[in-house]
Structures are given as C-alpha cells and as structure tokens.
C-alpha cells in the first residue's frame, strides 16, 4: 500500500510563493501519475494540477494556471507544486494522490474529482493571510 506524505504548506501572505512536495517514503512514485488536489471546507476536494509517469505531460486547473507549476523527479521520488502570487482564495488544504493513469487521462479533466487515483496523503495546510 503506497502512503504518500505532503510538505511545504503553512501560512503565507499574499503575493508570496510556496512548495509543495509529495513523496512516497520508502516506495517509489515513479510507476504512478501523481495530481495535487485542495479543499476548502465546505467546498468539494478538487484536482489543480496532474503529471504523468515520466514528467513530459501535465495538467494545470484554470484557477491556478500562470501561477502553479507541477514537476517531478523520479530519481529523488518527489513531485513538487510551486505556487507563486498566492491569493487568499488559495487557501485550503492541498492533497497529493497517486493512481495508474494514462497519458490522455493526466491532460483532460477526467482525474479531476478524484477518479484513477488509489493512494492519497493526509493533507497539508496552506493559509494565505494578510
């Protein structure tokens, strides 16, 4: 069973950047696309950003298209979300989530409420304050 554990959240203001990372501690990432999901209560928990196998696809949500990017090092087993120009709307609790999605599936919507993904982590806060 693959756990997977988010780091990089906390409380910043607006304008200012965060990285996310996701790992999966003493396992690998590297057979699995990997998406980063947030949640704002009592909004529904929604996929933002998506990265296939090897790194070359990607899917970034239109919300934060411009200012989030999703990378990968299957070497070091990490994939990251850079978050620049956060806003107060930013603000929730992001996820990572792994599954055996294809390549066509990793650049439309389809994974997007959560579908293909088998291994979640716990999640980890982000707050944007002024």
């Known amino acids: 069973h693959l756990q997977l554990v988010e780091s990089g959240g906390g409380l910043v203001q607006p304008g200012e950047s965060l990285t996310l990372s996701c790992v999966a501690p003493g396992d690998t990432l590297a057979p699995f696309a990997v998406a980063w999901f947030r949640q704002a209560p009592p909004e529904e928990r929604l996929g933002i950003s998506c990265?296939?196998?090897?790194?070359?696809?990607?899917y970034i949500a239109d919300s934060v298209k411009g200012r989030f990017t999703i990378a990968r090092d299957n070497a070091q087993g990490t994939v990251t979300l850079r978050m620049n120009n956060l806003q107060l709307e930013d603000s929730a609790i992001y996820f990572c989530a792994a599954g055996d999605i294809d390549d066509f599936q990793v650049v439309t919507p389809f994974w997007i409420r959560g579908h293909g993904m088998d291994y979640w982590g716990k999640g980890i806060l982000v707050t944007v304050s002024s």
């Open positions: 990265i296939n196998k090897n790194g070359e696809k990607t």
